[in-house]
């Protein structure tokens, strides 16, 4: 078994998976907005390609011995080139090899990326360089156009990631890890670790608990879940990552919501007077220039049914300005019909995007902007008191999570696929789709995504209103 570049993902995101990976990989199909950015990725190494071939002749490579063939030849770029070093142990196939004046060849990668400063295009590359074992840096184009060199500075890294792959190689068993929401929900060995977690109730299982907080409980003699609810926040010791009695109330609440499915409020849920407005946007990150483009600013009025819902759409990133202005006079018009409104949204997305267009635009004075970004802000987190008032029975707090629950609001969106990356990708297909018909029926898909989002916070609201008020 060889190193690989493409392990560093895998190794940056869990050591298990890297092991998985390597003793025991599973076949899976990646998502849609997955397959989406490997498309957008090929399709950017096919552009690179093609420069490099209006400069210099370019020669494909077929196999590892047909490499070294070209090299010896001294072709100008080699396409595909394939490395291997078995006495290191590592393996990778740069996307180009580029002849330099003295004869070496320096390695090259085409990344969508915006920045040569992640770990995986660092470790990647840093590995080129190792097959390559000439001393040149590698060369990365970037997503942006910009083309950045990789040198000695990422050697650290690149030996940390290999001294560490050898040892999950030589390791016989699974790696012992913790659980963590974020990265083992979207993991292609969720179905295979998820049992053994639950089997043995580990606490990191549990929203808000860090696995190296787990760790420590676990030293200090709460191993599980059931043990943690039946703490106190006297026999719950300070660990990293719960420090205060605050955190360790809300861990051991969250490990007896766990078990019991109960909710338990923290405080009053105070929620403020107004005509609410419930707000949502959904935006295009692939875009040429990278600035997210909002596609859809959505909007549910009074009387709140499913035809009180009113948008802003724009057709593609040209009209990115005008979006932003229909967004902004849609906002002046609400204000004027109602005394007092309150845009209600879930997380800080919505606000963080108009800071973001009024710093685009240099529209931080415009009068509609200080109001929606000043004191009296008519924005609402609805998320704020969900987080600071209640302790659900859930792992994650997104909006689905709460409103997809049956115990909880239990509101269900018409599309059961559809999700913020979803509509990424059918947005992305409405903009390379042809055919009128098939562009309205994308666009009327996402529009219904949108309104039942802004349909679940109005739910989320009433939820909190006949509950927790
Ligand atoms: S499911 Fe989680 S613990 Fe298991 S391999 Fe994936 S990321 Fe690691």
Known sequence: MLIKPSDAAAWISCPRRAWLDKH???AYEPDAFNQLLSDRGLAHEAAMLAKLENQFPVAQATSFEHTQALIQQGVPVIYQGRLVDEHQGLVGYPDFLIRQENGQYQSADAKLSLSENKKAIQIQLGIYRRLMG?????MVFLGDGRTALLGDEVELLVDEFITSMRALLELEQQPPVRYSHSKCRICPYEAHCRPEFEAREDISLLYGVHGKAADALTEAGISTISKLAASTIDTVP??????????KYRAILQAQSFLSGKVF???????PEGTWIHFDIEDNPLTRTRERHVYLWGFLLPAYAKDNFDYVWTDDETSDYEGWLGFLQKVEAYRSLYPSIVLAH????????????????AMESH?????LLGQDSPLFDIQNPVLNCLVLPLQGYGLKDICKHPDLVNFQWENQESGSQWSVVQFNRFLSETNPRERQKLKTEILGYNRDDVVATRHLELWLRNFFD
Not at 346 to 361: D, L, P
Not at 367 to 371: I, K, Q
């Open 134 to 138: 000439n001393g040149l840096p590698a």
């Open 265 to 271: 409020p923290l405080d009053k849920v105070a929620l």
């Open 346 to 361: 879930y997380s800080n997305h919505e606000k963080a995007t108009i800071r973001k267009y009024a710093e685009r635009y």
């Open 238 to 247: 300070d660990v990293p990552y719960l420090k205060g009695s605050k955190r």
């Open 367 to 371: 009068a509609t902007v200080t109001w």
């Open 24 to 26: 025991q990989p599973t």
